[in-house]
């Protein structure tokens, strides 16, 4: 049965580019998104800008245009990379808009007329960058708690949301909803917050006189609106103006009824507050049904550092897909980091993953088994014979993955997601080696190897379908190179079978479709350069390339010294002294007064050791649960502040950046690594 679905981004500010974290979030919004419409449900989703308020008006003075030439221009910069990320936003809401302004009025009104807004005089402490008061007991030494930058006495009129009534019913909403504020340590964090301090009342007006880029006051004309109530109400109004017909019906309120409550509104975790407390309160008042959701992610660092514009170190997004495509950024982001956790960005890991997962993993699979069936079978898909063990294994493996994913994304467990997805294309490369298609070749063995090929071409078909509302263009390639079509069509519920490709179907084979990213040192044109510092992520990139040739870059692969003297060398027997195996960690937790150290639970196969190690600023416990890593298992154990630790695992690390060595297959646990 299909149920709608509506998703919303923030909307972003207009005073600044938009960069990586304002891509991740609308990323993570359009594979949601994109998956509803593969299942065939009806889908709205919604990002845009937030163009009123003194941070918008402050840039646009600065840069001698209007607030709204200001928000014109920069508005256009968010909706171009929208489109070079291939985000299928379903509209693109601007607080300007007149509809939009009609509805905050119209909201301010019924508030005001039901008591719920009262005139009242502020004293008090004002941040006048972040348009924020603060209370005596809030502020720090002199300094806005949330900005550092100092703060302002003032004394002015207001007028004031009444949200300190709902707190008790706020809270019961969080308790009895799990899954409203979401992952649980953010629902924690503003629990644990409610449950302890006192709500006030929230100020959402500005006097004219200290700023006028706003929407009026509709009671009183000499305020504008708060930017945060204005913003807010957008996931609001956009269903009467904004959506899709609802049932045929163009009707504003048939719209308003059919897509409202949002199901979830993504955000970053530097917004949670204002969306779970300030929005739910409203709507109350509003007599409104909350969000089913709002889901509060992590953070982006580059190379372990904040992003800022004065450190130079801000990702450019539209840089990276210019170099390496869009699909391999928004594997990247999602795969790299668990969705709420905090995450880094460096270029040595993007290539990393995009070298080993895109290029090896799936870009030669797929061009295997074009070259294979061009080359045996004349181009064309060959019928299947007899159903072998690795044949059953690998189609039980595609007919797990429905399951595993609407799982994985009805809990926005993006990596997760990937991770099982992937473990098809793990299980197609396994069944190549198994099968030596080659081998049956070279014996002349054609029913066999004709059962081989469509099976693979089958994997494929499904890893694209699995894959496309992350990777949507690489998904198209794959899925027209196994012979099928109507790409754009394609529902869930009848292409997950097993089979669907046609005996005799025309494959058509494209370019590759992740040419590997060569560093310096591959092409062996010295060491010096491949270990500079990366500057950019571009790179030495070939910049007209445009990822379709091979690229060069001077960012770090996996630093390996080239010494002068002659290191002391080991025999193997030596090595043999150490017993590596591989382990999973089954718990993780940080040991108590270290920010470094982490309690691990490791399953080594035969047993369940206790390992303690100093990963704890790179990694948060819940990044570690279920990772597969290398151990050392016959150290003798030793006590790290007070705790056991019996067998330590490896890390490599280099600069800020540390990294865990993992198998980059899962394996048995206490398998040897030798
Ligand atoms: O806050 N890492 O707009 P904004 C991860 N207009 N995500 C990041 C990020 C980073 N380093 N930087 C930004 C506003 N984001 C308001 C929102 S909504 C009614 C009004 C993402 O332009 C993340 O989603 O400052 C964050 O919440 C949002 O951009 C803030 O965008």
Same mark, same amino acid.
């Given at each position: 049965m299909s149920t709608k679905f509506y998703i919303t981004t923030p909307i972003y500010y207009v005073n600044d580019v938009p960069h990586i974290g304002h891509a991740y979030t609308t990323i993570a919004a359009d594979v949601m998104a994109r998956y509803h419409r593969l299942k065939g449900d009806p889908v709205f989703f919604l990002t845009g800008t937030d163009e009123h308020g003194q941070k918008v008006e402050k840039a646009a003075r600065e840069r001698g245009r209007t607030p709204k030439e200001h928000a014109d221009l920069l508005s256009v910069n968010f909706r171009k990379l929208w489109e070079k990320l291939e985000i299928t936003h379903d509209a693109f809401i601007r607080t300007t808009d007149m509809e939009h302004i009609a509805v905050v009025q119209e909201l301010l009104q019924a508030l005001f007329d039901k008591g719920e807004i009262e005139r009242r005089t502020y004293e008090g402490w004002y941040c006048t960058p972040d348009e924020r008061f603060w209370t005596e007991k809030e502020i720090v030494e002199g300094k806005c708690p949330d900005c550092g930058r100092p703060v302002e006495q003032i004394k002015e009129d207001n007028y004031f949301f009444l949200m300190s009534k709902y707190q008790e019913r706020l809270i019961g909403h969080i308790q009895r909803h799990p899954d409203f504020i979401r992952p649980e340590s953010r629902r924690n964090e503003v629990l644990g917050f409610l449950t302890t301090q006192k709500l006030g009342d929230l100020c959402i007006s500005r006097p004219k006189a200290r700023l006028a880029w706003g929407i009026e006051l509709p009671f009183d004309r000499d305020f504008v609106t708060y930017v945060w109530f204005d913003a807010l109400v957008n996931y609001y109004s956009a269903t009467r103006y904004l959506s899709p017909a609802a049932g045929g019906s163009q009707d504003p309120g048939a719209r308003e009824r059919f897509w409202w409550p949002a199901d979830h509104h993504l955000v970053g975790k530097d917004i949670l507050t204002t969306h779970s407390v300030y929005w739910s309160t409203m709507l109350m008042a509003l007599d409104r049904p909350l969000p089913r959701n709002i889901f509060a992610h992590g953070w982006w660092t580059r190379d372990g550092r904040k992003m800022s514009k004065s450190l130079g170190n801000v990702i450019d997004p539209n840089e990276v897909v210019d170099t390496y495509g869009a699909d391999a950024f928004r594997y990247f982001v999602l795969r790299e980091v668990p969705f709420g956790l905090d995450g880094d960005f460096s270029t040595e890991t993007f290539i990393t993953r995009f070298n080993t997962?895109?290029?090896?993993?799936l870009g030669n699979l797929l061009s295997r088994v074009m070259t294979m069936v061009g080359k045996y079978f004349d181009g064309k898909i060959p019928p299947a014979g007899a159903e072998e063990q690795s044949d059953r294994e690998l189609r039980e493996v595609a007919e797990g993955l429905p399951a595993l994913i609407e799982a994985d994304l009805a809990h926005l467990t993006f990596n997760k997601y990937l991770q099982d997805a992937w473990q098809l294309v793990t299980r197609a490369n396994r069944y190549v080696e198994e099968n030596a298609p080659w081998t049956l070749a070279k014996k002349n063995d054609m029913a066999r190897l004709a059962t081989v090929m469509y099976n693979l071409a089958e994997a494929l078909r499904l890893i694209a379908l699995h894959l496309a509302p992350v990777v949507p263009g690489t998904a198209r390639k794959i899925w027209t190179a196994v012979g099928m079509d109507g790409f754009d069509q394609v529902r869930l519920a009848e292409e997950r079978?097993?089979?669907?490709i046609a005996a005799g179907a025309a494959i058509k084979p494209g370019a590759q479709l992740f040419p590997r990213i060569e560093t310096r040192k591959d092409t062996g044109r010295g060491s010096e350069r491949m270990n500079?510092? =990366? *500057? &950019?992520?571009?790179?030495?990139? =070939? *910049? &007209?390339n445009k990822g379709e040739k091979r690229m060069e870059t001077g960012a770090a692969a996996p630093k390996i010294e080239q010494t002068t003297t002659a290191p002391e060398l080991i025999g193997i027997e030596e090595f043999a002294k150490v017993q590596l195996r591989v382990g999973k960690i089954v718990a993780a937790e940080r040991v108590e007064k270290s920010d470094k150290l982490v309690k691990l639970k490791v399953d080594i196969g035969t047993e369940t050791r206790q390992v303690v190690a100093g990963i704890g600023k790179a990694y948060a416990p819940e990044q570690l649960l279920d990772k597969q890593i290398v151990i050392v298992a016959n150290l003798k154990p030793a006590k790290l502040m007070g705790v056991e630790s019996q067998g330590m695992l490896l890390a490599a690390s280099s600069g800020d950046i540390l990294s865990v060595v993992t198998p980059d297959k899962e394996i048995a646990p206490g398998s040897k690594v030798k």
């Amino acid at each position: 049965m299909s149920t709608k679905f509506y998703i919303t981004t923030p909307i972003y500010y207009v005073n600044d580019v938009p960069h990586i974290g304002h891509a991740y979030t609308t990323i993570a919004a359009d594979v949601m998104a994109r998956y509803h419409r593969l299942k065939g449900d009806p889908v709205f989703f919604l990002t845009g800008t937030d163009e009123h308020g003194q941070k918008v008006e402050k840039a646009a003075r600065e840069r001698g245009r209007t607030p709204k030439e200001h928000a014109d221009l920069l508005s256009v910069n968010f909706r171009k990379l929208w489109e070079k990320l291939e985000i299928t936003h379903d509209a693109f809401i601007r607080t300007t808009d007149m509809e939009h302004i009609a509805v905050v009025q119209e909201l301010l009104q019924a508030l005001f007329d039901k008591g719920e807004i009262e005139r009242r005089t502020y004293e008090g402490w004002y941040c006048t960058p972040d348009e924020r008061f603060w209370t005596e007991k809030e502020i720090v030494e002199g300094k806005c708690p949330d900005c550092g930058r100092p703060v302002e006495q003032i004394k002015e009129d207001n007028y004031f949301f009444l949200m300190s009534k709902y707190q008790e019913r706020l809270i019961g909403h969080i308790q009895r909803h799990p899954d409203f504020i979401r992952p649980e340590s953010r629902r924690n964090e503003v629990l644990g917050f409610l449950t302890t301090q006192k709500l006030g009342d929230l100020c959402i007006s500005r006097p004219k006189a200290r700023l006028a880029w706003g929407i009026e006051l509709p009671f009183d004309r000499d305020f504008v609106t708060y930017v945060w109530f204005d913003a807010l109400v957008n996931y609001y109004s956009a269903t009467r103006y904004l959506s899709p017909a609802a049932g045929g019906s163009q009707d504003p309120g048939a719209r308003e009824r059919f897509w409202w409550p949002a199901d979830h509104h993504l955000v970053g975790k530097d917004i949670l507050t204002t969306h779970s407390v300030y929005w739910s309160t409203m709507l109350m008042a509003l007599d409104r049904p909350l969000p089913r959701n709002i889901f509060a992610h992590g953070w982006w660092t580059r190379d372990g550092r904040k992003m800022s514009k004065s450190l130079g170190n801000v990702i450019d997004p539209n840089e990276v897909v210019d170099t390496y495509g869009a699909d391999a950024f928004r594997y990247f982001v999602l795969r790299e980091v668990p969705f709420g956790l905090d995450g880094d960005f460096s270029t040595e890991t993007f290539i990393t993953r995009f070298n080993t997962e895109l290029a090896n993993d799936l870009g030669n699979l797929l061009s295997r088994v074009m070259t294979m069936v061009g080359k045996y079978f004349d181009g064309k898909i060959p019928p299947a014979g007899a159903e072998e063990q690795s044949d059953r294994e690998l189609r039980e493996v595609a007919e797990g993955l429905p399951a595993l994913i609407e799982a994985d994304l009805a809990h926005l467990t993006f990596n997760k997601y990937l991770q099982d997805a992937w473990q098809l294309v793990t299980r197609a490369n396994r069944y190549v080696e198994e099968n030596a298609p080659w081998t049956l070749a070279k014996k002349n063995d054609m029913a066999r190897l004709a059962t081989v090929m469509y099976n693979l071409a089958e994997a494929l078909r499904l890893i694209a379908l699995h894959l496309a509302p992350v990777v949507p263009g690489t998904a198209r390639k794959i899925w027209t190179a196994v012979g099928m079509d109507g790409f754009d069509q394609v529902r869930l519920a009848e292409e997950r079978q097993w089979g669907r490709i046609a005996a005799g179907a025309a494959i058509k084979p494209g370019a590759q479709l992740f040419p590997r990213i060569e560093t310096r040192k591959d092409t062996g044109r010295g060491s010096e350069r491949m270990n500079a510092p =990366d *500057k &950019s992520i571009r790179g030495q990139a =070939d *910049k &007209s390339n445009k990822g379709e040739k091979r690229m060069e870059t001077g960012a770090a692969a996996p630093k390996i010294e080239q010494t002068t003297t002659a290191p002391e060398l080991i025999g193997i027997e030596e090595f043999a002294k150490v017993q590596l195996r591989v382990g999973k960690i089954v718990a993780a937790e940080r040991v108590e007064k270290s920010d470094k150290l982490v309690k691990l639970k490791v399953d080594i196969g035969t047993e369940t050791r206790q390992v303690v190690a100093g990963i704890g600023k790179a990694y948060a416990p819940e990044q570690l649960l279920d990772k597969q890593i290398v151990i050392v298992a016959n150290l003798k154990p030793a006590k790290l502040m007070g705790v056991e630790s019996q067998g330590m695992l490896l890390a490599a690390s280099s600069g800020d950046i540390l990294s865990v060595v993992t198998p980059d297959k899962e394996i048995a646990p206490g398998s040897k690594v030798k």
